[in-house]
């Protein structure tokens, strides 16, 4: 009976509007995947059934994160933030172990015998978590030069380690945007973020010459004249041709013809928006955005009912990754953005990037349990 009384008192408290909304998010995923994958050619396993169940999977351990999340207080943790990011660059260093797996090219995955896993995914909430933690101890000196100092240095170093230890760029920039979003919500001065800006655009041709390797500099240069590279635009124009002949309703599911021909590589994850444009059409495009633009919405909602300060940025910072990953993510299909290998949440395929997404909207979940009385709402 007492068990009965704690999952309705949690059911009761917990934020259902995320949960709702992932599980019809995982479910629309789980369609276009199995569609995606039904040539087992493609996959180079026993086909799309197979994916389902790993997909499945995900899905279920994934509740369960988001559950163990909401029940954790991080505001009894945050004075042990830097521990944290000591844990985290350890995380991300055990790449170089054995454990260290290539995968396309990329040594970013751990394997662990029955599964793999993404260090840099499971990465970013530790970041987030040490981040909100961070900009609150350093409260109202985040616009002078010593507290941004402290800040940017933190972003840094993680960011190098990820970079370091698994090259990837893409990844990269996802914590240096969770880090600007949480920056500006903690109301950061404008000059500091023009002048980032500045910086930023005058660096560019340094990164060109010296930082960035010749193919990510080709998939940059694909996007204006495909011709330059047609092999390396190949993914690109192939996912840009899918979304266009869908038109406004697809061609039906499991009968997109670019789809069904696996014209596109890997179009169960990275490519997956590409999917729903040719099977299901811009309506089908649409209802993808739709959702996750409510998912995020109702994530700014629970950073602004939240109790203090710190849990308010947790929430920002979960927000944050969402709607750069969403939005990167739709204008590498369009051709709008060079391929950098962000996943769709909850729509692509792939364990880690599932449990990531579901553990993160647990830690927004427990944000909004312990929110503020709404007589406090001011």
């Known amino acids: 009976m007492d068990l009965f009384k704690s999952v309705a008192h949690y059911l009761k408290n917990t934020d259902l509007y995320l949960a709702v909304i992932a599980f019809i998010c995982s479910g629309y995923g789980m369609a276009l995947i199995y569609s995606a994958t039904l040539n087992p050619v493609s996959i180079k396993d026993d086909g799309s059934t197979k994916n389902l169940y790993v997909q499945g999977a995900a899905i279920l351990i994934g509740f369960g994160a988001f559950v163990l999340m909401s029940l954790i207080d991080l505001e009894g943790l945050r004075n042990r933030w830097k521990n944290f990011v000591i844990v985290n660059i350890c995380l991300q260093l055990l790449l170089f172990t054995p454990l260290g ?82 920056l500006f919500a903690a109301g950061l001065s404008l000059k500091w973020i023009a002048l980032g800006a500045g910086v930023a655009v005058a660096s560019v041709p340094v990164l060109w010459n010296f930082v960035l390797k010749k193919y990510q500099i080709t998939r940059i240069l694909v996007l204006f004249d495909p011709s330059i590279d047609p092999q390396a635009a190949l993914q690109t124009t192939y996912g840009k041709i899918a979304i266009g002949s869908g038109q406004l309703t697809g061609q039906g599911l499991t009968h997109g013809t670019m789809t069904q021909l696996q014209y596109v590589p890997e179009n169960q994850t990275d490519y997956i ?102 007589w406090l709402q001011h």
């Open 273 to 374: 928006f590409s999917v729903a444009g040719e099977e299901l059409g811009f309506l089908g495009c649409m209802a993808i955005i739709l959702l996750l633009s409510l998912l995020i919405a109702r994530l700014f909602y629970v950073s602004y009912r939240a109790s203090t300060p710190f849990s308010s940025l947790l929430a920002v910072g979960v927000a944050g990754m969402f709607l750069f990953q969403t939005f990167m993510n739709i204008f590498m299909n369009v051709g709008l953005l060079p391929v950098m290998g962000l996943t769709l949440p909850f729509f692509s395929y792939g364990g880690t990037s599932v449990l990531t997404m579901y553990a993160a909207l647990g830690i927004a979940a427990g944000v909004r349990m312990r929110e503020k009385p709404s």
């Open 101 to 182: 797996m290539e995968v396309n090219g990329q040594r970013a995955w751990l394997n662990l015998g029955v599964t793999s896993l993404q260090p840099g995914e499971l990465g970013k909430l530790i970041f987030i978590f040490t981040m909100a933690a961070h900009i609150s101890e350093v409260g109202e000196y985040i616009s002078e030069l010593r507290g941004l100092a402290v800040i940017a240095l933190h972003t840094l170093i993680m960011m190098a380690v990820v970079v370091v230890s698994s090259g990837d760029s893409g990844m990269a920039i996802q914590y240096f945007m969770i880090a600007v979003i949480m």
